[in-house]
T-cell receptor
Framework: GAVVSQHPSWVICKSGTSVKIECRSLDFQATTMFWYRQFPKQSLMLMAT?????????EQGVEKDKFLINHASLTLSTLTVTSAHPEDSSFYIC?????????FGPGTRLTVL | KQEVTQIPAALSVPEGENLVLNCSFTDSAIYNLQWFRQDPGKGLTSLLL?????REQTSGRLNASLDKSSGRSTLYIAASQPGDSATYLCAVASGTYKYIFGTGTRLKVLA
């Protein structure tokens, strides 16, 4: 089956630092990957759509300069949270599209102190 | 703009009951609808995927139906077990394949 991995699974950082989260499709090529954010006791909210070789498309209200997305290959997309603040603490989940289906990564829990 | 709502928000039932979780969406132009399970602090586990041309999908004790015209999907869980306790999310994929998630139903099955 199609597998998507994320690294790291959890990260703690100090306020003001940047954190990079990787999303990899392990056994298929994904031209499109998606990044979601989930705050405690809330549902998943789409942040951005990442297309290989082009700029990401951000959802309304998501700061593109704060959440940098790079999709340099068909199997890897990265999300960098720049100048992280405590309010950025959340569960970040990526998904990779294969045909008409999406496969989700296990998530990365970010805690900003 | 697609909006996805799930009812009820929370549900507590005794073990062995059959139960129905509801999902409604505002835009019927969808590619597919997927039901997920999420345990506390964990990622998503895909349960059932229904393509827009399908009416239902079944897996074990789970059955999901889709009525695009009315913008509704239901997840039926037969003979519920304590291990079924989790948050259940439905998600709808539209034109650009991105998923819009519902608000979730927190299920607790009591032993």
């Amino acid at each position: 089956g199609a597998v998507v991995s994320q690294h790291p699974s959890w990260v703690i950082c100090k306020s003001g630092t940047s954190v990079k989260i990787e999303c990899r499709s392990l056994d298929f090529q994904a031209t499109t990957m998606f990044w979601y954010r989930q705050f405690p006791k809330q549902s998943l909210m789409l942040m951005a759509t990442s297309n290989e070789g082009s700029k990401a498309t951000y959802e309304q209200g998501v700061e593109k300069d704060k959440f940098l997305i790079n999709h340099a290959s068909l199997t890897l997309s990265t999300l960098t949270v720049t100048s992280a603040h405590p309010e950025d603490s959340s569960f970040y989940i990526c998904s990779a599209r294969w045909g008409s289906e999406q496969f989700f990564g296990p998530g990365t829990r970010l805690t900003v102190l | 703009k697609q909006e996805v709502t799930q009812i009820p928000a929370a549900l507590s039932v005794p073990e062995g009951e059959n139960l129905v979780l509801n999902c409604s969406f505002t835009d019927s132009a969808i590619y597919n609808l997927q039901w997920f399970r999420q345990d506390p602090g964990k990622g998503l586990t895909s349960l059932l995927l229904i393509q827009s041309s399908q009416r239902e999908q079944t897996s074990g004790r789970l059955n999901a139906s889709l009525d695009k015209s009315s913008g509704r999907s239901t997840l039926y869980i037969a003979a519920s077990q304590p291990g079924d306790s989790a948050t259940y999310l439905c998600a709808v994929a539209s034109g650009t394949y991105k998923y819009i998630f519902g608000t979730g139903t927190r299920l607790k099955v009591l032993a």
